[in-house]
Structure formats: structure tokens, C-alpha cells
């Protein structure tokens, strides 16, 4: 099943017989609409993922080559069919406080002030960006909910967005495998996970789902919210954009932090272009606005 070049065409991939026919004609179009629609770059050396992720789709559709799945994506208007392309071609790999230095630092260094704030009968706001499955902003809520145990009768929010609907549908279930929350310490498990009878999965508990919104959001489309964040956790996504659409992201989210607010990015990532002036460094992958006076 992996594609090989074709002797008679260097540019072409072709597969082992009675297998979908993969040239770099279809790779180069699969690549340009997904660029388009999510921003992601795929370089040729991802041809043979591409292959083996979509001819399941091609199965699914009873297609007979990637011409005919290319002509079928190509039509705007099938949108189910590009989501369904967009999500078997990214990964919404993920983990509960995944890189727990992020969680730490907002924890120590950004809650307290916010947690005053709040009490004071400010506003606090939170976002996840790229939130996949939910385990990100359910780690942003019980870190702010340690901070601030009265959070939901303050208004404190946190906002989670994916372009993904399906993930999007799992982090508003908020339903887990068993194995998913042992990054979770014990003590935090027990106070904010139920276990789902009969099952190996566990559930979050209603006060935590409370403080987390999940929407749909493509974040090279258009960002509907008006209002600023104090906290941006935006990893592991960017990374699969090109270097002009980074830029772009990093640019957009700038004005939307809040004075001594926080963008966090994903271990293999850095701010670069336009906005590498207004952000600076607080800790790994850690940016707060620089000051302006
Ligand atoms: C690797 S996961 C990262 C999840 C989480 N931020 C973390 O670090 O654990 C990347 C997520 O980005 C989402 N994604 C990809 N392109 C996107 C885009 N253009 N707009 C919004 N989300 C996108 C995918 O659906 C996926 O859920």
C-alpha cells in the first residue's frame, strides 16, 4: 500500500495494481485545497499519508480514483466532503496538561491577578485555539477553578475552538477514555471527572463543562469575537502552517491580548514576523505584550 514513484513519470505516484491511481496532479490539488481551507502546507514528502488516509474516503464514496475525488473536493460546495478530507489529513493528537509548564505558569504566575480581578467583580477571559477533543481548555478550567473555586459565579469564561466539528462534538461532551486522564493528578481526577457506568470512559463534571464554550472556528477564517483574552493557548497548530500564514496568526492574535495577558505556543513553535515586535518571552513558549510605555 505505499505509493512508489512511477517509473514512466518521476512527477507521478501510481499504486500497486487494483489500488486508486495517486498522481502529483491529485497530491498537488488535495494540497492547495487544504492550504486554502485550513491553512495547512503539506510538503511532497507527505504524499504517501495522504494516500493511505483519503483512500478510505475514496472507499467510503465507492470512487474508482483520487481524479474523481479531486473533481469531487474541487467543487466548493461540498463542504461535508472537505471537512471530511481536512480532518483525515490532521492530526488532533492531544493530551491533558499537555506541556504542564504552560499550566504552572498560569497557575503561579497569570491566576493570581486574574483571581482578584474576577472577585472584584471584573471580567476574565480564556481561549483555547485548536482546542482538539477538548483536554486543553478542560486543563485551562481546572487550573483556573483550583485558582478560583467560585469561578462560575464570577464572570469568568473560556472559549474553545477547533475547525474540526467532530472534535469540537467530543469537547462538548467532555467523555474520555479511561487512559486519557492519567496525565491528570489524582486528587484533581477525583474532584472533576465521574466515571460513565458500565464503560471505560469517565465524563467531566457538570461545573467544569460550565466554564468552557466550544465553538467552530477556522483560524485563518474570521474571528467573531470582539472582545480581548488574558489567556491564549494556541499549540501544535500553527506548526503545520507555512511560514507567511504563522505569521499572519501570530499577527492577528497581538491585538487580541489583553495588557498583561499570555499567549502560549506549542513546544516547536515561535512568534516570528511582524508580531515577534509587540510580544515578548516569559518562560518557554511563553509571550506576554511588551510594554508599551
Ligand atoms: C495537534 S492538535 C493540537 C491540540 C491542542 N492545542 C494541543 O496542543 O494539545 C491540532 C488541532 O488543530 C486543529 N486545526 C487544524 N487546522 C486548523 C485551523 N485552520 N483552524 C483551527 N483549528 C485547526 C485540528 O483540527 C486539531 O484539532
Not at 91 to 116: C, G, S
Request: hydrophobic share 40%; glycine share 6%.
Amino acid at each position: 500500500m505505499t505509493p512508489f514513484p512511477d517509473s514512466r513519470n518521476a512527477q507521478t505516484w501510481s499504486m500497486v495494481e487494483g489500488e486508486f491511481h495517486f498522481t502529483a496532479d491529485d497530491f498537488q490539488k488535495i494540497a492547495q485545497i487544504l492550504h486554502s481551507y485550513a491553512g495547512i502546507a503539506l510538503g511532497e514528502g507527505k504524499a504517501a499519508l495522504v494516500y493511505s488516509r483519503l483512500a478510505k474516503r475514496l472507499r467510503i464514496l465507492g470512487l474508482q480514483s483520487f481524479r474523481e475525488y479531486c473533481a469531487l473536493i474541487s467543487d466548493s460546495r461540498q463542504v461535508d466532503e472537505r471537512l471530511a478530507m481536512m480532518a483525515a489529513l490532521t492530526t488532533n493528537v492531544t493530551r491533558f496538561f499537555r506541556e504542564p509548564h504552560h499550566f504552572d505558569h498560569l497557575r503561579d504566575k497569570i491566576m493570581p491577578a486574574l483571581a482578584q480581578r474576577a472577585r472584584r467583580g471584573g471580567r476574565v477571559r480564556l481561549w483555547s485555539a485548536a482546542c482538539s477533543n477538548g483536554q486543553e481548555p478542560y486543563s485551562m478550567a481546572i487550573t483556573v477553578l483550583t485558582a478560583l473555586p467560585e469561578a462560575a459565579n464570577l464572570d469568568v469564561k473560556i472559549l474553545a475552538t477547533d475547525i474540526d466539528p467532530n472534535m469540537v462534538a467530543e469537547g462538548r461532551a467532555g467523555i474520555y477514555r479511561e487512559e486519557a486522564i492519567e496525565p491528570v493528578p489524582v486528587d484533581l481526577r477525583r474532584q472533576w471527572f465521574s466515571k460513565v457506568p458500565d464503560s471505560k470512559t469517565c465524563q467531566v463534571k457538570d461545573e467544569l463543562r460550565a466554564l468552557v464554550s466550544f465553538r467552530e472556528l477556522n483560524l485563518i477564517g474570521d474571528w467573531p469575537m470582539r472582545g480581548k483574552f488574558d489567556v491564549i493557548f494556541c499549540r501544535n497548530v500553527v506548526i503545520y502552517f507555512d511560514e507567511p500564514t504563522q505569521e499572519l496568526i501570530w499577527n492577528r492574535f497581538a491585538p487580541m491580548i489583553e495588557n498583561k495577558g499570555v499567549l502560549y505556543i506549542g513546544h516547536s513553535e515561535r512568534v516570528s514576523g511582524p508580531a515577534a515586535r509587540l510580544l515578548e518571552t516569559d518562560g518557554l513558549t511563553t509571550y506576554t505584550l511588551k510594554d508599551r510605555a
